[in-house]
């Protein structure tokens, strides 16, 4: 009787991950295809990829080769993204990003919040998490945050922050019962840059951050009750602080 080998724990780690990305990839060309109102024979055609292989792909269950990704990139007008991610032996790429985390990290914990880091919202699916997760037994409240360093796709950006803390809620639900809740604030690096384009599109981050941006503020530094409404604050990295946002009036004013 042959014994089968035990696989190494590299190819185990590299299967796990494997699998992770066959999902990912494959619910990103599904999404993609579906805004096209293409069938998969459609974009089999587009890309000259069978219409099976199309099928297994959306699965996660097909092979990950460059030459079909390519195709598919090339027939959806994307480009297609390869390489690997930061060497951990290299400068951290994400030091903008983190400096922000441990700045909320650090004054949500001395306001007796439990805290989270990069908390999965969906257990099965560990790319999506919140960049920091906060909670409070005696509130039976969750606070979902989002970090800002800079910005790139503000819509999408949007969406997902919305998504996120609607699961981040049912988790609150799960552990505290039905009236546990949560809310959503933004914590943006206070930069020149992200000051100009806030400032370029005041309705669009008014109608999107309603709740009062200084009690947001308090909210994170003291432990007091979050607002009615998701929120946007500023982060001053150097001093280690968080300040409130003025948001511009309706009528060219300032608010909170």
């Known amino acids: 009787m042959a014994v089968r080998a035990r696989r190494s724990a590299v190819a185990v780690e590299a299967e796990r991950r494997l699998q992770q990305r066959r999902a990912r990839i494959g619910a990103d060309i599904k999404a993609m295809?579906?805004?096209?109102?293409w069938a998969q024979k459609d974009l089999g055609v587009e890309a000259d990829v069978g219409r099976l292989v199309i099928g297994r792909l959306e699965r996660g269950e097909g092979q990950l080769d460059v030459e079909t990704l390519e195709r598919l990139a090339v027939a959806f007008g994307v480009p297609l993204a390869i390489g690997f991610d930061r060497d951990l032996r290299d400068e951290v790429a994400d030091a903008g990003h983190l400096a922000i985390q441990e700045v909320v990290l650090r004054l949500a914990r001395a306001a007796g919040y439990s805290t989270q880091f990069e908390l999965p919202t969906r257990p099965n699916e560990p790319w999506r998490s919140a960049d920091v997760a906060l909670g409070k037994e005696e509130q039976h409240r969750a606070i979902e945050i989002e970090c800002w360093n800079t910005f790139g796709d503000v819509g999408a950006a949007v969406r997902s922050s919305?998504?996120?803390?609607?699961?981040?809620?049912?988790?609150?639900?799960?552990?505290?019962?039905?009236?546990?809740s949560a809310g959503l604030v933004w914590v943006v690096r206070d930069t020149a840059r992200n000051r100009a384009l806030i400032n370029r599109y005041p309705e669009v981050f008014a109608t999107t951050f309603t709740g009062s941006s200084h009690a947001w503020v308090r909210c994170l530094t003291t432990g007091f009750p979050p607002p009615d409404g998701p929120g946007l604050v500023w982060c001053d990295v150097a001093s280690?602080?968080?300040?409130?946002?003025?948001?511009?009036?309706?009528?060219?004013g300032e608010g909170e």
Do not use: C, N, S
Request: hydrophobic share 25%.
């Open 33 to 37: 295809r579906t805004r096209r109102k």
């Open 240 to 252: 280690g602080r968080l300040h409130g946002w003025h948001r511009r009036g309706r009528r060219g």
């Open 162 to 180: 919305r998504r996120k803390v609607v699961e981040i809620g049912q988790l609150a639900v799960g552990r505290w019962g039905p009236e546990a």
